[in-house]
């Protein structure tokens, strides 16, 4: 494993230097603005792509959508149904047996035994991933899934919301468990009706959360390996650390990994295993955002702050040991005087890191193991349980609003990363719609590191240099969305606002799951908005010429997930292209049958581009 994980790094950083980086060439016919009902009940397409001078002709392939079974098991799992953990069905209130339409990331991988497979996630409470065996189609490379079924979760206490995710350098999955439940919600006795909903894995009510529910068993990355259709290794991570995962994507040398954390006034993670391909033991850092400039979405220099050595091992003990009250004392903000802001008690920090929406806390590690003084063993059980909490604690970053997906363009060493808004933590005390300085919320506690002169919920495409050993050295704009509206960032309502886009549809809203075409200078961006696009797209932005090109749209209240680029699977490129809750997130009137509801699990196929 680790000679293979060398040699994948030496052909890299090869092909990365030298003016032959660009080796192939892609452009893409536009797909059309959906204008009709019916169009924006559909899912349209570029009709064709230009690969090396041929033209291929596109269209969106279906594998599955949620409640369907395999073509040669017919009677067998249905896409994305849940189950609790004895292996029951969950039934919905109306008794029929739930399936979740929250379709997100699927993975193509190669089993140990050479056949194809998909492992897909479904972002619910309890959540759910789907192993499906696929056959490609040797003259077209058509895929067809021929059986599913669920992964087993039980010894693991379950799943949660399985949102993005990647393939390592050594062909596993790698996945994500998003908004982590705020375990000093157990210590109040107020779990959120969110959280509560994982008590059904449990077979039990919401009410029973706090008894049956352990939340540091929740946020981590998980990793699938796949030996076979009936044998299948699941392992969470806990040495990785634990946040609102959007997902972890290794680099080439097969040890670096970074990890973005959704939600507001959240950080960046910077995970580094001890050994190439093997991920149960590592150091953690959190970015530290030093502005250089104000303007768009800024422009910062990075530094890292550790966090911190352990192992899988050892934090699954603490999972079991330690509870909240366990790790911080908390103390109640110092009211403010007049013309000041309010601070902490002594010996408290004073934080605002991603829980509440936003809040300010005083908090306090505690002699956690009770043997007379605070050591680093206390600070790496707060650094792996409460992950964030500590990361600003130590003077780390927990700023930003939406950090979404992340990619690695090996043309460039460089990073991108979707911040799907530029706004709240991310401004100077103010937030979308209100002048500098006017709003405290989300910069009341912490440094407040990061200081934007102006919102932009349309969102923003970053990119972070890299130095030889794959560390971020720096954040910058690549790519912006452009409001149309005050209230998501312009100075003044757009002409050409129509009534129901904030943002201009020649341009990205709310940039969510991103992948890099290798060769071929080619950001592919897919979005997660709302009223940005009434209907969610994916596009292809050429990075020399800036070019964006409108390559999908998705129907009525869906998004786009697991747009994720193969360049080559046994002769043919995939992109994989996931339409999670169609009619879900918005326009829930407009639906007329119950099918519509289904989520869609498909792909885009081209001829191999590994250039």
């Known amino acids: 494993m680790e000679s293979l994980v060398k040699q994948t790094v030496a052909t890299i950083l090869a092909f990365g230097c030298g003016a032959s980086a660009f080796a192939g060439t892609i452009s893409f016919s536009e797909a059309p603005i959906p204008h009709t009902d019916a169009e924006k009940r559909a899912i349209l397409t570029s009709p064709q792509a230009v690969v090396d001078g041929v033209t291929v002709n596109l269209g969106y392939n279906l594998i599955l959508r949620s409640g369907q079974t395999g073509a040669l098991d017919p009677n067998g799992f249905r896409f994305g149904q849940l189950y609790d953990i004895h292996g029951q069905p969950l039934f919905a209130e109306d008794g029929s047996p739930y399936i979740s339409n929250d379709n997100d990331f699927s993975s193509l991988l190669h089993g140990s035994d050479g056949k194809l497979y998909m492992v897909s996630h479904f972002e619910s409470r309890p959540g759910a991933m789907y192993l499906t065996e696929l056959a490609q189609d040797p003259n077209n490379g058509h895929l067809t899934a021929l059986r599913t079924r669920p992964l087993d979760f039980s010894s693991l206490k379950g799943g949660w919301v399985h949102c993005a995710g990647s393939v390592t350098p050594w062909g596993t999955h790698l996945?994500?468990?998003?908004?982590?439940?705020?375990?000093?919600?157990?210590?109040?006795?107020?779990?959120?009706?969110?959280?509560?909903?994982?008590?059904?894995?449990?077979?039990?009510?919401?009410?029973?959360?706090?008894?049956?529910?352990?939340?540091?068993?929740?946020?981590?990355?998980?990793?699938?390996?796949?030996?076979?259709?009936?044998?299948?290794?699941?392992?969470?991570?806990?040495?990785?650390?634990?946040?609102?995962?959007?997902?972890?994507?290794?680099?080439?040398?097969?040890?670096?990994?970074?990890?973005?954390?959704?939600?507001?006034?959240?950080?960046?993670?910077?995970?580094?295993?001890?050994?190439?391909?093997?991920?149960?033991?590592?150091?953690?850092?959190?970015?530290?955002?030093?502005?250089?400039?104000?303007?768009?979405?800024?422009?910062?220099?990075?530094?890292?702050?550790?966090?911190?050595?352990?192992?899988?091992?050892?934090v699954r003990d603490w999972i079991e040991r330690y509870r909240f009250a366990d790790i911080f004392d908390e103390a109640k903000p110092v009211a403010a005087v007049k013309g000041a802001k309010p601070s902490c008690p002594e010996g408290f920090t004073s934080i605002n890191a991603g829980h509440d929406d936003g809040s300010h806390q005083c908090l306090r590690l505690r002699d956690i193991n009770q043997d007379g003084n605070i050591n680093w063993m206390d600070e790496n059980i707060a650094s792996r349980l409460e992950t964030r909490r500590w990361a600003a604690m130590q003077g780390g970053t927990t700023e930003f609003r939406k950090m979404e997906g992340i990619t690695y363009d090996p043309d460039r060493n460089r990073l991108y990363l979707a911040m799907s808004e530029v706004d709240r933590g991310m401004l100077d005390y103010s937030r979308a719609g209100r002048a500098q300085g006017t709003y405290d919320k989300y910069d009341l506690g912490g440094p407040n590191h990061i200081r934007l002169s102006q919102a932009n919920v349309c969102g923003a495409v970053y990119?972070?240099?890299?130095?030889?050993?794959?560390?971020?050295?720096?954040?910058?704009?690549?790519?912006?969305?452009?409001?149309?509206?005050?209230?998501?960032?312009?100075?003044?309502?757009?002409?050409?606002?129509?009534?129901?886009?904030?943002?201009?549809?020649?341009?990205?809203?709310?940039?969510?799951?991103?992948?890099?075409?290798?060769?071929?200078?080619?950001?592919?961006?897919?979005?997660?908005?709302?009223?940005?696009?009434?209907?969610?797209?994916?596009?292809?932005?050429?990075?020399?010429?800036?070019?964006?090109?409108?390559?999908?749209?998705?129907?009525?209240?869906?998004?786009?997930?697991?747009?994720?680029?193969?360049?080559?699977?046994?002769?043919?490129?995939?992109?994989?292209?996931?339409?999670?809750?169609?009619?879900?997130?918005?326009?829930?009137?407009?639906?007329?049958?119950?099918g519509q509801l289904m989520g869609y699990t498909g792909y885009f196929v081209f001829p191999a581009m590994n250039k």
């Open 463 to 594: 990119g972070l240099h890299l130095d030889g050993n794959f560390t971020a050295v720096d954040m910058f704009q690549v790519v912006a969305g452009k409001p149309l509206t005050m209230d998501y960032g312009a100075s003044a309502e757009s002409p050409d606002y129509d009534g129901v886009n904030k943002c201009d549809l020649n341009g990205i809203a709310n940039p969510d799951n991103i992948t890099y075409m290798p060769g071929y200078d080619t950001l592919l961006i897919g979005e997660d908005t709302g009223a940005g696009h009434q209907n969610d797209m994916i596009w292809a932005y050429n990075l020399t010429s800036g070019q964006l090109t409108r390559i999908q749209t998705t129907p009525y209240g869906s998004e786009t997930t697991s747009p994720y680029f193969y360049p080559n699977i046994n002769g043919f490129a995939y992109l994989m292209s996931v339409v999670q809750h169609p009619y879900g997130e918005s326009d829930s009137d407009k639906l007329e049958e119950p």
């Open 175 to 314: 996945g994500s468990e998003e908004y982590e439940p705020d375990a000093k919600q157990w210590r109040d006795g107020t779990i959120s009706d969110y959280n509560a909903a994982m008590a059904a894995y449990f077979d039990a009510t919401p009410a029973e959360a706090g008894a049956v529910m352990n939340p540091y068993n929740y946020g981590w990355p998980i990793e699938v390996r796949v030996d076979n259709f009936d044998s299948v290794r699941v392992e969470k991570h806990y040495a990785m650390g634990r946040i609102a995962l959007e997902l972890g994507y290794v680099m080439p040398d097969g040890k670096t990994v970074y990890l973005s954390d959704d939600g507001t006034n959240v950080g960046l993670y910077r995970f580094v295993a001890s050994r190439p391909g093997d991920l149960s033991a590592g150091a953690l850092w959190v970015a530290q955002w030093n502005q250089k400039d104000a303007r768009g979405s800024g422009l910062a220099k990075l530094n890292w702050v550790y966090l911190g050595w352990t192992t899988n091992d050892e």
